[in-house]
């Protein structure tokens, strides 16, 4: 008897997901919970193991393939190992027909367009599988493959039609991002010189697609000030060792997580996301701080809940689990979702001064840049000023003008800043 | 040079003036190629013109008329027995023939292609010979094989003009109608074969190997035409094989076997069909890089290409499926490739119909072929017993169903079953090529009374509430 394996639920909101790729071959056998398959959601890879014992009849997808929730993915035939062979026989003879047949397509599933915008798809080389439909029900529009066409390489048009929902809703910037803007097709820059064109898909296309909304949504006001770190790297660097041990890393990311989490106490409109379908601001009474980690496969941002609830100790040990896992794509759909701030540390990499991103739907994001050795004018003990070396780090403030005002921001700021300055400040707000 | 020694150069060369090679000739000439198209017939039209779709649909339309009249006796008209001129019918068949092969002869001088009655073989990937006439060589760029495909045999017979064992082709020569006809093959061309015959007068007696007509429609569209053919032939025989054929005069001996019992039985004419296969055996495709896969077809790509890098194919003798209007577009597409165009076989919806009465057509996915591969489909139905134009037409024992995508309502295929579903299907195809919902086919207004209702019925059935029908209870 056979079995469909479908692609199941990974989560809230997932619908789709890429597969990553397929270590199981068709006449396989494969034990229950063996691998079969990777996939890539928006930001989380997911291992999906066998549902049952039994031999792999047919594989319905190809490595680069979107599959829909429900989408069939796998046949499984659940029966002795006598039979995998007879399979296998089977199947031998067609499959060698196909990689023999000169540019034969791989099998994908079937994307719904009328025959003249396949044909126009064909004429401007446009996959129809990378086309974001537009039509009834994921059908793909002739406008969408020009439009596709013509924007290859760019990001913004996906998040377009959202933010023109929005305005209509009776946003006050309704006028603004209502104009479109025409941009003209790309040259061809192979005339120039050599070019490579690289897939523009999963984690960059997500990473593209959520940036330019929230660049094209939300009015950014950055607030740049430097904070002296010199006390806290000393005692940083004291009980450095003690977290290692316990299996933590104790990084400047540590000590701004707490000190947000304690200003975000006294200033919730930076603990928020606004609801324009409902014109509320919904103020969050949790403290789930998002990290924005640099993979090789890009940029994800596990979020390490309920930080105001833990010690230094504990956040340390979970961040450096959280980045592990990030780098080895094997964070959880849920571990990467319900952040309400977001910090992202340049400094491990030698950054500076920067203007960061708010990840939407939050209003605000805090950016780290290097701690380096400065000249600074302190009061010392006789009340009489010099100038010092002292550790000086940028500290920057993104928030969203729509929810939050620049006074505030400048206090909230202020608060973050003079906690990473006074080590015991941030241990005594600490619970 | 010495005549019959003559060489000519062209841009692409169509072997093969069937309707893949005429399409593929027709589209390379109009696309300003300088396009040679040689075919052993006279004039164009290949088999589906002289010997296949053309003269057995005539035939049709005669068998049609002759059960309608018959059929009208409980409607309160009376026709007398038609009387059968079997020479009349042939006239009247070959003079459809030869007004079609003339319209093909004209559309190829009026586009200037050099037509050549020969058969051709290559030489080497750049040349063919030919095998009479004044040019016995041509040199081309590129080359479309479109040679078509021939009926298959009985296991130790053959076919032979004026044989008691025919192939399709001599049966639509319309020689005489037998007394006895015993059709061997429960496809399509046997029965559509076997309804001509039956209702020119023939004792018809159709044997299928498999344990329904049809096998590869789904069994529900089949069964009313099924219950059809049950009154009119002499005996269906359904899981029967033939254990021998055996010529005689005038006559057959067949051996027979059916419900594991053997028996022989004497007939005047047998049909043999049993499906055909690939024409390529004349071809020299030993002397190029085409190549062919396990059931001897010529393998290409979604561009019509073979393995050689100059030569394309199209129709039956690389199809899958052999019809006529998928080989016009493999033709109108390898000609496209030829000259330069990013065109490529991308058909979502190929339809199928069989002309008997009931018809049955047929597009896109089946269910069968959903099952079979595990794809969630929603399946709605529509008995034409409810439809006032089928009623009215003394039509309705006809089904219209759709095979839907459960979520959206997209339509991924159809089939029907009743009068004029040839022309029925046309609706379903364009809605699968358009990508359209079941919502638009309902949306959408079909005359009343009409037997396309049917259609927009069927739609309407996905929504939960169909017109003529009491609409399920439940989700």
Redesign the interface.
């Known amino acids: 008897m056979?079995t469909?394996f479908r692609l199941p639920d990974l989560g809230e909101g997932v619908h789709e997901a890429e597969i990553l790729s397929i270590p199981v071959t068709e006449g396989q056998s494969v034990e229950e919970g063996d691998i079969i398959l990777e996939v890539e959601t928006d930001k989380a890879a997911v291992e999906i193991p066998s549902p049952c014992t039994g031999v792999i009849e047919s594989i319905?997808v190809g490595s680069g393939d979107m599959a829909r929730v429900?989408d069939?993915l796998i046949?499984f035939r659940e029966k002795g190992g006598g039979e995998a062979e007879e399979l296998q026989q089977g199947k031998a003879?067609p499959v060698g027909?196909a990689e023999?047949?000169?540019?034969?397509?791989t099998k994908k599933t079937?994307v719904?367009?009328?025959?003249s915008t396949?044909?126009m798809a064909?004429?401007l080389g446009v996959d129809l599988h990378e086309v974001h439909a537009t039509?009834?029900?994921?059908?793909?529009t002739a406008d969408d493959v020009r439009r596709h066409a013509g924007a290859e390489g760019k990001a913004a048009e996906p998040s377009e039609p959202p933010v023109a929902e929005q305005s209509a809703a009776g946003n006050k910037d309704s006028a603004s991002p209502a104009i479109s803007i025409d941009i003209p097709p790309l040259p061809d820059f192979s005339q120039w010189g050599e070019i490579e064109r690289r897939p523009f898909r999963s984690i960059r296309r997500k990473t593209a697609n959520r940036m330019a909304a929230s660049w094209a949504q939300i009015p950014h006001v950055n607030c740049q000030d430097v904070a002296d770190i010199t006390r806290l790297e000393e005692f940083r660097q004291r009980h450095k060792k003690d977290i290692e041990e316990a299996g933590g890393r104790l990084t400047m990311t540590v000590f701004a997580m707490k000190s947000v989490a304690a200003a975000l106490k006294n200033y919730p409109q930076f603990n928020a996301s606004l609801d324009m379908e409902n014109q509320q601001i919904i103020i969050k009474k949790y403290y789930h701080i998002g990290i924005a980690v640099d993979t090789e496969h890009g940029l994800m941002v596990p979020v390490i809940r309920d930080v105001d609830r833990k010690s230094i100790k504990e956040i340390s040990i979970e961040l450096r689990e959280a980045i592990l896992r990030a780098r080895e794509r094997s964070n959880s759909r849920e571990e990467m979702a319900g952040g309400a701030f977001t910090i992202t540390n340049a400094g491990a990499i030698g950054g500076g001064f920067f203007s960061a991103i708010i990840n939407h739907p939050e209003v605000a994001i805090l950016g780290l840049g290097q701690g380096r050795k400065q000249p600074a004018v302190v009061r010392n003990s006789h009340a009489r000023e010099e100038i010092v070396p002292r550790l000086l780090m940028p500290v920057v403030l993104c928030f969203d003008h729509r929810v939050a005002d620049g006074a505030d921001a400048i206090r909230f700021q202020r608060l973050i800043i003079d906690a990473l300055e006074d080590p015991d400040e941030l241990l005594i707000t600490m619970t | 040079m010495v005549m019959g020694d003559m060489e000519m150069k062209v841009d692409l060369a169509v072997i093969g003036a069937g309707p893949g090679g005429y399409a593929a000739a027709f589209r390379a000439a109009d696309l300003g190629l300088d396009v040679a198209l040689v075919d052993p017939r006279k004039r164009p039209g290949g088999v589906c013109l002289h010997e296949g779709c053309i003269p057995s649909k005539t035939c049709l339309s005669l068998a049609e008329l002759i059960e309608d009249a018959g059929r009208a006796k409980k409607m309160g008209v009376h026709f007398g027995q038609p009387r059968i001129d079997i020479d009349g019918i042939r006239a009247w068949k070959n003079s459809v023939i030869d007004t079609m092969a003339s319209g093909l002869a004209g559309l190829c001088r009026g586009r200037g292609i050099q037509w050549i009655t020969a058969s051709a073989r290559f030489v080497d990937a750049s040349t063919l010979q030919l095998d009479s006439g004044e040019v016995r060589r041509i040199r081309f760029k590129r080359s479309i094989i479109a040679s078509g495909s021939t009926p298959i045999p009985f296991p130790g017979t053959s076919f032979s003009s004026g044989g008691c064992i025919m192939s399709s082709g001599e049966a639509l020569a319309l020689r005489d109608i037998p007394g006895r006809l015993l059709v061997v093959g429960g496809g399509y061309v046997g029965l559509e074969l076997g309804f001509v015959y039956s209702a020119l007068g023939s004792d018809v007696h159709l044997v299928e190997v498999e344990n329904r007509l049809l096998p590869a429609v789904d069994a529900d569209l089949v069964a009313p035409l099924q219950h059809r053919l049950e009154a009119m032939f002499a005996r269906i025989d359904l899981g029967a094989k033939i254990l021998g054929l055996e010529e005689r005069q005038e006559s057959v001996a067949v051996s027979l076997e059916c419900d594991g019992r053997q028996h022989d039985e004497q007939f005047d004419r047998v049909l043999v069909a049993m499906g055909r296969k690939a024409a390529i055996s004349e071809l020299g495709l030993e002397n190029t890089g085409v190549?062919t896969?396990?059931r001897g077809r010529i393998?290409?790509?979604?561009?019509q290409?073979?393995?050689e890098e100059n030569i394309l194919a199209a129709g039956d003798v690389c199809g899958d499926i052999m019809l006529a209007h998928t080989a016009m577009r493999q033709g109108r597409v390898a000609a496209e490739v030829v000259a330069g165009q990013?065109?490529?076989y991308?058909v979502?919806a190929v339809p199928a119909v069989v002309y008997t009465d009931p018809q049955i057509a047929w597009c896109g996915l089946t269910e069968a072929r959903a099952r079979e591969?595990?794809?969630?489909v929603k399946i709605v139905k529509y008995p034409w017993k409810y439809s006032g134009r089928a009623r009215s037409m003394g039509a309705e024992d006809g089904l219209t169903k759709l095979v839907t995508d459960p979520?959206?309502?997209?339509i991924l295929g159809a089939g029907i079953c009743g009068r004029d579903a040839e022309g029925l299907i046309t609706e379903a195809v364009l809605a699968i090529?358009?990508?359209a919902?079941a919502e638009d086919l309902a949306l959408s207004l079909h005359p009343h009374p009409t037997l396309s209702e049917t259609m927009g019925e069927s739609a309407e059935i996905f929504l939960g509430s169909p017109t003529h029908l009491l609409p399920k209870k439940g989700p």
Do not use: C, F, W, Y
Request: no cysteine; hydrophobic share 25%.
């Open positions: 056979t469909s319905k429900g069939v046949i003879e027909t023999k047949r000169p540019g034969a397509a079937v719904p367009a009328s025959p396949r044909k064909r004429e039509g009834s029900h994921g059908l793909v | 190549e896969d396990g393998m290409v790509d979604d561009r290409r073979t393995t990013s065109s490529s991308d979502r591969q595990n794809m969630a979520a959206s309502g997209r090529e358009m990508g919902l």
